[in-house]
Each structure stands twice: as C-alpha cells, then as structure tokens.
C-alpha cells in the first residue's frame, strides 16, 4: 500500500461502518480512531492546546497558582505561613491581549482535529501538517461559523435548556462545513436539518463523551498538583507552570475523543437520512485499486 508523509499519515482504508450505529458501536470507533492513530491525534491536540498554555503562563495564572499550591503546603507547616507571597493583581492588558489571540486561532482549534478525524473516517491520507493546511484554507469560515453559534447561544444562557437544546441542533455544523466544503450558515442550516428527530440520542451520546472525557482529563491533570507540591525550592511562577503544563497536556491528549465523537456523529446522521453508506460504497466500487 503506498504510504504518505511519516508515520503519522493514515492509512487509505475508509474506517466508517457503513451503517447505523448504536451507542457500543460509537464509543467503539472512537476509541478505534483514537488507538489506531493516537499520534496523530494528539500531536494534534497538543498543537491546538499550546496557545491556552502560553496565555495562561503569560497572563499570571502561574505565579498565582503557584501561591496557592505554597499555601496549601504550608498548611502542615503554619510557621512558614507568614512568609508567603499574596496573589498578585491581574495584569488586564494582557490578559485582553491573550484572549483576542485565542479568539484569532479559535478557528484551528475547533477544527485541526475535526478535519483530521474525517479524513481518518473517509480513509484519506493525512497528516498534521495536512490537517492544518485544510483547515487554514477554511479559516475564515470557521470563524465566522463560531462567532454566529457564539451570539447565538451565549445570550440564551440565561435559559440553559433552550441554550443546550440549539448546541446539540448545531452540533455537527463543523464537520458539514469541513467535509462539505460549505459556507457558515449552510453549515448551520445542515447540521439542523440532519439532528431533527435525533435530539435526545445525540444529547445522551455526546452527554456521556463529555464526561467520560472530564473524568479522564481531569485524572490526568491532577497529577500536575502532587509533582507541583513536591518539587522544593522552586519559586511560586515554575511550581504553577509545572501544574498547568501537565493539566493542559492531559486535556490535550483526551481532547480528540469529543470531536471524533462528533465526527461519527455527523457521518451517521448522513447514513441515516441520506444513504451516505450508499454513496461511499458507489464510490469504492468504481475507485481503482490500491498500489502495493
């Protein structure tokens, strides 16, 4: 079989069942997708992660949560309280400087794992570089696609079950936009067209993703507090880097399952309402062989 680029690129067999699936059978591609390409994956995740990391490092989240693993030690030891420093103002500038940057790559990272997850799918050839390359060429977008759902539902807040009944309608606006090659609001429009009727099964799947990967992330980052705790003689900045670091690493590395959830989810509403299984077997049909 011809390879393309490292050993990060995917192989060229389609990995959909070309069917319905029940909720065993998505957890069990995720998981897969996730294994068989963990690398990819993650290298993805970490890269979408980096720019949060650094915002937060730069905005003095680490100093001050530093200051608070020292007073949590010092807890054992009240003689070394009193010499402990007191949390520092928020510096504002930056921190409004760090979120316009975070809303300039919001685009990529709701997309870099999105794109590769369906090209996994779809059993095209991709790599981290290629992943992003796509994405970028679909920047704006997605941006645009992210700014809508953000004005729409962020005021609905105030009414949480309306808010949560439109993000789960608009939940696979990302991948139709992305695998379609459509604009923001057709990307809107498709994801709504596609959930209807299948709101309380979506909601139930992707409800128990986002836990499963909670508990997982927040396993994983957890771990940051004790090495963080145990390192002496560090100042208060590095011992609250340290934590982030590991926090920000662990939610990086369980990131992709909610978006390859999403991914599977998209592609089986299509095999559900359009005969999408129909289509990919059409086309296998008549693709030519593969190189050995």
Not at 74 to 101: A, M, V
Not at 212 to 235: K, R, T
Request: glycine share 10%; hydrophobic share 55%; aromatic share 8%.
């Amino acid at each position: 079989m011809t390879t393309v680029g490292p050993a990060s690129a995917a192989p060229n067999e389609p990995l959909l069942r070309l069917r319905p699936l029940g909720l065993g059978e998505v957890l069990d591609d995720i998981f897969r997708l996730y294994t068989r390409h963990i690398g990819l994956l993650c290298a993805n995740g970490l890269l979408v992660s980096v720019p949060t990391l650094l915002f937060q490092l730069m905005s003095g989240s680490a100093t001050n949560l530093g200051i608070l693993i020292n007073v949590v030690g010092s807890l054992s030891n009240p003689q070394t309280s009193g010499t402990l420093r007191p949390l520092g103002p928020p510096n504002l500038p930056l921190i409004g400087g760090g979120y316009l940057l975070l809303l300039i790559l919001l685009p990529v990272t709701v997309g870099a794992v999105s794109r590769a997850g369906i090209d996994l799918a779809l059993g095209t050839p991709v790599t981290v570089r290629s992943a992003f390359a796509r994405v970028a060429r679909r920047y704006w977008a997605l941006l645009a696609l992210t700014l809508v759902t953000a004005l729409a539902i962020v005021p609905l807040l105030l009414c949480f079950p309306v808010a949560i009944w439109i993000g789960v309608r608009w939940v696979v606006a990302v991948p139709a936009l992305l695998a379609e090659g459509i604009g923001p609001l057709r990307a809107l429009g498709r994801s709504w067209a596609l959930t209807k009727g299948s709101w309380w099964r979506l909601f139930g799947i992707l409800l128990l993703v986002y836990l499963l990967q909670s508990v997982v992330s927040g396993a994983l980052g957890a771990l940051g507090f004790p090495i963080g705790l145990a390192i002496p003689f560090i100042p208060s900045a590095v011992r609250g880097a340290i934590v982030l670091t590991v926090s920000t690493a662990a939610g990086a590395l369980v990131l992709p399952v909610v978006y390859l959830c999403i991914v599977l989810l998209y592609f089986d509403l299509r095999i559900r309402r359009e005969h999408f299984d129909l289509e990919q077997l059409a086309r296998q049909a008549v693709a030519p062989p593969l190189a050995e």
